[in-house]
C-alpha cells in the first residue's frame, strides 16, 4: 500500500508538471516623473480566476525584473506596486515561452498606460530597512497560525522549537501592532494567533522604543517581527478554548481571549497540563508535546523576560494564567502592561556514571539522584510610553517579581579508583524552601534637537531584589583509605540574600556632516550591592538546630562599582551603517567579610573597552555585516575572596585574590542573500573569541579524591565557528512546491585549564553537516526531513590524555496528510544515534508521535487524537565529554500515552469575523486615481 501511494503521488506529479509549461517575463521600471529606475518595487504574477499568488520578485538597481514560472494558465495578471506610486496591472497571454514589456513607466497621480490602477498590497514591500509581507498572498490551511505562515515566507525559517530566522539573523521578539504580546517569547504569539487576524508581516532591526524615536540604527543582528491587524479590522473579539485527557491519567486545557477595540487590546491566557508543556498548546496539532520529545536538555519549562513557566526536570505538571492590556491614555501616554501567574511540580531520577581523567590516574564517579519541586511564581511588568511632543519621549517600564519554590533532594554518590576500589562515598538529603521579590524599573528620556538627528539621552535602570531561604541538610561523608574519615552533618541555613543595582547612562548625540555622520558622547556610572548571608546551625544534643557553624556560615557585602566615559562615531547613508565605539573602564570591586575580616578585599581596575560594527546593503536581496569587540571582565568577588568554602566535603574552595581582568577579543560576520523569484536563500555567518586572561578552576585531587579548588589566570584560550546555509525552492507546479537545503557548522576552540595541578591545552574540533527536504502538494500533503551528524575530536597536548573522537547523528521526518476533507494526520518521527554512550545507556531511539484531526462547526472546532512516543522509545541519555571527564547520564523521561482533545475558536473581527477568509477574494476596487 505504502509503494502504491508513493508510486500515485509521483505519477501526479509528473503528469502535472508535464502539462505546464515554463515562462519567462520580463521587464525594466523606470519613474515616468523624473525617468530614473525604480528599485524594490515588487513585480509578481496573480491567475485571473482566483487571484491566488503564482510568482513575485523584486527589480534590481536598474529597475530589471524577470519572472519565470512553470503552469497550466493560459492567461495572468501581472502587477507592479511601488510605494508612493500607482500600482501596475496588465493581463497577460502565456503563448510564448518569452515575453518582454519593455520599459514600463510607473507613475505618481495618473493613470498608468495600457493598465488600470487596483487598490491591493503586493505580497512583498521593501521600505528602507523593512522588510514587509502580505499574508493573504501565501496560501495555507485554513486553520493556519501564524508559524505556519512564517514556514512559506523567503528567507525566514522556522525549527521545530518554534525558534524563528530571517536571513540567517534570529527573531527576538515579536509585537503586535507595534505593542508586545505576552512578553518577548516569540511561540506565544505564533502559535496562538490565527492567520486569519493578521495583515501583514513586517520584520525590522530590533530596537529600543529610544533609539526608534530618535532615528538611530541598532548593532544588533536580532530581528524584530510585526504583525499588523488592519485598522478597519481591529475591533472585536477572537481566540480559543481547549481541553483533552488521555491514557495514565494525563491531560491538558487552554484558554486565550483577545479583545481589540482599536487602540484598546485586552488579552486572557490560562493553562494547565500534566506532559511537560507550557500550557499554551491549545490542542495544536503541530506542537503539543511540549517538552517531552526525545532531546539532550529540555525540563518542559520555558521563560519570558526571566520569568519562569513550568520548571524542573523529568515529569512536569503546570498551570499557568496571564493578561496583558495595551491602550493608549490620550494622544501621549501608550500603555502595555501584563500580568503572569505560574505554578508546577516536578519530579525526577538521574543516574550519571563520570570517568574522571587525570594526568596520571583515573577515578570513576556513580550518582544517583532524585527530586521533587514546587514553584509559584507571580509578575506584573508595565510599559508607558509618553510623547509630550515630536521632540521628547519618556519611556518607563516597572516590573514586580514574586517567586516561592520548595525542592526535596536525595543523592548518593561514590567513587572507585582504577581497580574499581571504593575510596569514598556520601548520601545527601535536603528540603529547600526559598522565597523572593524583586522590583525594578527602567526610565529613558530622549529629547531630539533639529532636524539632523542631534539628541540628548538620560536612562536609569534600577532594580531591587531580596531573597530568604530555610535549608534543612543531612549527609553522610565516609572517606577511606589510609586515614578514614566520617562527616555527618544534620544542619540548618537560614540565607538573606539581598542587591540594590543602579546603572545610569548620558549621552549626547551631535551631528557633524548633517544626518550621515555624528559623533555620541556618553557617561555611565553603574553601583551593584548585594548583601549575602547564610546562617548555618548544628543540631544540639536536645535535637534543636541552636549550635552556630562559622565555618559553614558566611556574611557578605559586595559592591561593584564602575564609571565609563565614552565616545563613538557614527556614519550611515541609506545602504550603509558604521559606527566605531570607545569607553575607558574604571571599577571598584569590594568584598566584605563582616564574620571573617581578615578576608575582605578591595581591588581597583583600569581598562578600555572597545567596538566597531559596520552594515552595507548591497541590494533589496543581498546584505553583510561585521562586528568587533573588545570587552574587559573582572573576576567575581566570590573567586577573588581567600577564604575556604568547606560546604561540599568533598571538595574545599579557595578564592585567588590577585586575579586579573579577562580580556575578550570578538568578531562576528554575517552574509546572506535571498531571491524570491529564483527562490534561492543563502547566508553565512562566522565568529571569533581570543581571550586573554581568562579565569578557569584549578583543582587537586588528593589520594582519596577529594578535591581543593581554587582559581588562576590563563592566555591562550580562544573559539572559532562558522555556519553556511544554502535553500532553494522549486514550484513544481501551482499547487507542488519543492524545497531543499544543505548547511554546515564548524567550530574550533582550544581551551587552556588544569588538571591535578598541571596546565594543559585542549583542541576541540568539529563538523555537523545537515541536509533538508519540505515537499508541499497544497491540500493533500506535506513532508519534511531533515538529518544532520555531528563529528567531533578532542586532542590533548599531555601524553597522559587520549585523544578522543565522538559521533551523533540525527534524523527528524514531519509529514502531514490533508486527506480526505476537513482531516489532517500528522506525524513527527525523529530518530538518535550516539554509538558513544556507556554500556547499560540507550544507544539509539526511535521517536514517533502521531495526530490525527477531524474539522467540525464549519472549521471552528478541531477533534485531535494524539499519539506520544508510538513506539515507547523516548530517552534523554547523553554523553559529556571535557577535557577531563566523561559523563554518561540518562533521567526521567514522559512515558507513551494517547490523549482525545477539543479545541473551538472564536472570532468576531471585521465584519462578522471574515476577515481572514481565503476564497481569493482581495477586495480589489477598480479606479482611476491611487487613493
Not at 500600482?87 to 498608468?112: E, F, M, R
Request: with cysteine; charged share 25%.
Amino acid at each position: 500500500m505504502r509503494n502504491l501511494i508513493s508510486f500515485l503521488i509521483l505519477f501526479c506529479t509528473i503528469f502535472s508538471f508535464s502539462q505546464s509549461k515554463q515562462f519567462t517575463i520580463s521587464g525594466t521600471l523606470i519613474s515616468d516623473e523624473s525617468n530614473t529606475p525604480l528599485e524594490s518595487a515588487t513585480a509578481y504574477l496573480e491567475r485571473v480566476k482566483d487571484s491566488s499568488l503564482v510568482s513575485y520578485t523584486i527589480t534590481d538597481k536598474t529597475g530589471s525584473f524577470e519572472l519565470t514560472d512553470r503552469i497550466v494558465d493560459t492567461e495572468l495578471n501581472l502587477l507592479i506596486s511601488y510605494v508612493g506610486y500607482e500600482t501596475y496591472v496588465k493581463k497577460i497571454k502565456i503563448d510564448k515561452p518569452v515575453i518582454n514589456l519593455g520599459t514600463i513607466n510607473l507613475k505618481i497621480d495618473s493613470n498608468a498606460l495600457d493598465a488600470v490602477i487596483v487598490k491591493t498590497s503586493p505580497p512583498i514591500t521593501i521600505k528602507k530597512d523593512t522588510l514587509e509581507f502580505n499574508v493573504k498572498s501565501f496560501k495555507t490551511k485554513k486553520d493556519a497560525n501564524v508559524e505556519d505562515v512564517l514556514r512559506l515566507l523567503p528567507g525566514v525559517e522556522v525549527d521545530e522549537e518554534g525558534n524563528i530566522t530571517v536571513n540567517g539573523q534570529s527573531v527576538s521578539r515579536i509585537l503586535v501592532n507595534g505593542k508586545p504580546f505576552f512578553g518577548n517569547d516569540p511561540t506565544i504569539t505564533t502559535r496562538n494567533l490565527t492567520k486569519d487576524v493578521i495583515e501583514k508581516i513586517q520584520v525590522v532591526d530590533t530596537k529600543t522604543k529610544a533609539q526608534a524615536f530618535a532615528g538611530e540604527n541598532s548593532d544588533s543582528e536580532d530581528k524584530t517581527i510585526n504583525l499588523t491587524i488592519k485598522k478597519e479590522n481591529n475591533k472585536g473579539i477572537f481566540g480559543r478554548v481547549a481541553a483533552g485527557t488521555g491514557s495514565d491519567e494525563t491531560y491538558e486545557f487552554a484558554g486565550m481571549f483577545n479583545r481589540f477595540d482599536n487602540d484598546q487590546r485586552l488579552s486572557l491566557l490560562a493553562g494547565g497540563n500534566n506532559i511537560n508543556s507550557p500550557g499554551f498548546s491549545f490542542g495544536e496539532i503541530r506542537k503539543m508535546f511540549g517538552g517531552g520529545r526525545m532531546r539532550v536538555s529540555g525540563n518542559g519549562s520555558f521563560n519570558i523576560d526571566g520569568r519562569s513557566f513550568g520548571g524542573g526536570q523529568g515529569i512536569v505538571t503546570s498551570k499557568n494564567a496571564g493578561l496583558n492590556y495595551a491602550d493608549e491614555l490620550g494622544k501621549k501616554v501608550d500603555l502595555s502592561a501584563d500580568y503572569f501567574h505560574s505554578g508546577s511540580s516536578s519530579e525526577n531520577e538521574t543516574a550519571t556514571q563520570r570517568e574522571n581523567i587525570l594526568p596520571d590516574s583515573r577515578f570513576f564517579t556513580n550518582t544517583n539522584s532524585t527530586s521533587y519541586s514546587d514553584s509559584d511564581n507571580h509578575s506584573v511588568n508595565m510599559e508607558f510610553d509618553i510623547k509630550l511632543d515630536s521632540t521628547l519621549l519618556i519611556n518607563i517600564e516597572p516590573s514586580f517579581r514574586l517567586t516561592e519554590n520548595r525542592t526535596v533532594f536525595s543523592r548518593n554518590s561514590e567513587s572507585l579508583d582504577e581497580s574499581e576500589v571504593l575510596t569514598n562515598e556520601a548520601t545527601t538529603d535536603s528540603e529547600v524552601e526559598t522565597f523572593g521579590k524583586s522590583f525594578s524599573n527602567d526610565i529613558d528620556i530622549t529629547k531630539k534637537f533639529g532636524s539632523k538627528g542631534a539628541y540628548l539621552r538620560l536612562s536609569i535602570e534600577n532594580e531591587i531584589s531580596s531573597r530568604d531561604s530555610e535549608d534543612f541538610l543531612y549527609s553522610e561523608t565516609y572517606i577511606y583509605g589510609d586515614n578514614p574519615e566520617q562527616i555527618i552533618r544534620d544542619q540548618f541555613t537560614n540565607g538573606e540574600n539581598n542587591s540594590n543595582n543602579v546603572d545610569t547612562e548620558l549621552s549626547y548625540n551631535i551631528p557633524l556632516i548633517g544626518e550621515e555622520f555624528s559623533v555620541d558622547f556618553s557617561y555611565t556610572y553603574r553601583r551593584n550591592k548585594t548583601e549575602d548571608k547564610k546562617s548555618t546551625f548544628d543540631k544540639d544534643i536536645n535535637g534543636d538546630f541552636s549550635v552556630f557553624n562559622t565555618d559553614l556560615s558566611t556574611d557578605f557585602e559586595y559592591i561593584n562599582v564602575q564609571n565609563s566615559p565614552e565616545i563613538s562615531f557614527r556614519y550611515r547613508t541609506e545602504k550603509t551603517y558604521a559606527r566605531i565605539r570607545t569607553s575607558y573602564i574604571f571599577r571598584t570591586l569590594e568584598n566584605r567579610d563582616l564574620l571573617r575580616p581578615q578576608f575582605s578585599i578591595k581591588r581597583n581596575f583600569e581598562a578600555i573597552e572597545m567596538s566597531s560594527y559596520f552594515r552595507h546593503r548591497f541590494s533589496p536581496k543581498s546584505s553583510m555585516y561585521f562586528g568587533y569587540r573588545l570587552n574587559n571582565d573582572p573576576p567575581q568577588l566570590s573567586q577573588l575572596q581567600a577564604f575556604q568554602n568547606v560546604s561540599n566535603p568533598l571538595n574545599t574552595v579557595i578564592g585567588n585574590p590577585n586575579l586579573e581582568p579577562t580580556n575578550d577579543h570578538g568578531t562576528r560576520f554575517g552574509y546572506n542573500a535571498f531571491d524570491p523569484q529564483k527562490g534561492t536563500e543563502f547566508n553565512v555567518n562566522a565568529y571569533g573569541n581570543i581571550i586573554n586572561n581568562e579565569i578557569v578552576s584549578n583543582t587537586v585531587v588528593d589520594e582519596n579524591f577529594v578535591r581543593e579548588t581554587t582559581f588562576a589566570n590563563v592566555n591562550g584560550n580562544y573559539n572559532l565557528g562558522s555556519s553556511i546555509n544554502v535553500g532553494k525552492r522549486v514550484k513544481l507546479d501551482t499547487v507542488r512546491t519543492l524545497k531543499y537545503g544543505v548547511g554546515i557548522n564548524v567550530n574550533k576552540s582550544r581551551r587552556i585549564n588544569f588538571n591535578n595541578g598541571i596546565q594543559y591545552a585542549s583542541d576541540v574540533n568539529s563538523i555537523s553537516p545537515n541536509i533538508n527536504f519540505m515537499f508541499t502538494w497544497k491540500n493533500v500533503m506535506e513532508i519534511r526531513p531533515r538529518y544532520t551528524i555531528s563529528f567531533t575530536k578532542n586532542k590533548y597536548d599531555i601524553d597522559s590524555f587520549d585523544n578522543r573522537e565522538f559521533l551523533f547523528h540525527s534524523l527528524n521526518i514531519n509529514t502531514a496528510t490533508f486527506l480526505p476533507k476537513n482531516f489532517e494526520w500528522r506525524n513527527n518521527v525523529m530518530y538518535t544515534y550516539n554509538p558513544n554512550i556507556a554500556e547499560g545507556f540507550q544507544k539509539s531511539a526511535w521517536f514517533w508521535n502521531s495526530t490525527l484531526a477531524y474539522s467540525v462547526l464549519k472549521n471552528k472546532g478541531i477533534i485531535t487524537l494524539k499519539a506520544y512516543d508510538i513506539l515507547n522509545q523516548n530517552t534523554n541519555a547523553r554523553r559529556v565529554a571535557t577535557q577531563d571527564y566523561i559523563q554518561d547520564s540518562q533521567s526521567t523521561v514522559l512515558q507513551q500515552y494517547f490523549m482525545l482533545s477539543f479545541s473551538w475558536k472564536f472570532n468576531s473581527l471585521g465584519k462578522l469575523g471574515e476577515i481572514g477568509n481565503d476564497s481569493g477574494s482581495r477586495g480589489r476596487r477598480y479606479h482611476g486615481r491611487r487613493r
